[in-house]
């Protein structure tokens, strides 16, 4: 879990990638990131308020789930915000290979960071993300709302890895003009 956490170190982003077609990685990254700030951000948080507040977690017909749910928006505005204008990613996001940059491939400023996450408020109405998975969806660059206000792109990383496979156009050798050789294993 450790890899999941982001570092200092930021990978070139690929501003070519920024499309639609990540609309399921961010949705799995948000789900991560909301896994993260609720099962470890808040439990600390209601551990605390239990303690203190005891006669009202344990009585019957106690709203207490549901405050404990509308306690989780402004704490994963908060961590997003913290995590995209200091690593450019949550863990969620490191762990599904995207960055959060400008649009010129920047990093965020304090500004569009902020922008990008208070509009995140917008992009989940009418329930789940609806508005920003619309508008997403439209852009050719994969932009929700906070992301066009913001002036943000959600994009892969620059990877210098080797495929691992290849296709046949892949194998021509362009030195010698002949069709590489290669075995199957």
């Known amino acids: 879990m450790l890899n999941w956490l982001p570092t200092k170190r ?33 439990t600390a948080i209601l551990a605390v308020l239990m303690v203190a507040f005891t006669d009202f977690f344990v009585a019957p017909n106690s709203d207490a789930f549901a405050l404990s749910i509308v306690g989780l928006v402004p704490i994963y505005l908060l961590y997003t915000f913290c995590f995209e204008w200091r690593y450019t990613r949550t863990p969620g996001k490191k762990r599904m290979g995207l960055l ?44 929700r709302l906070g992301d066009r206000l913001a002036g943000t792109l959600v994009v892969r990383p620059v990877t210098t890895a080797d495929p691992l496979y290849t296709t046949e156009r892949e194998r021509y050798d362009v030195e010698d003009g002949s069709t590489k050789t290669t075995e199957r294993q």
């Open 100 to 143: 959060v940059v400008e649009a010129d491939g920047s990093r965020l400023g304090l500004r569009t960071a902020a922008v990008r996450n208070i509009v995140r408020y917008v992009d989940w109405l009418p329930a789940g993300y609806a508005v920003g998975w619309l508008l997403a969806r439209r852009s050719s660059t994969g932009k």
């Open 10 to 42: 930021e990978p070139e982003p690929d501003l070519e990638s920024a499309s639609p077609a990540l609309l399921r990685r961010r949705a799995v990254a948000t789900v991560i990131d909301l896994a993260v700030c609720y099962f470890v951000i808040e």
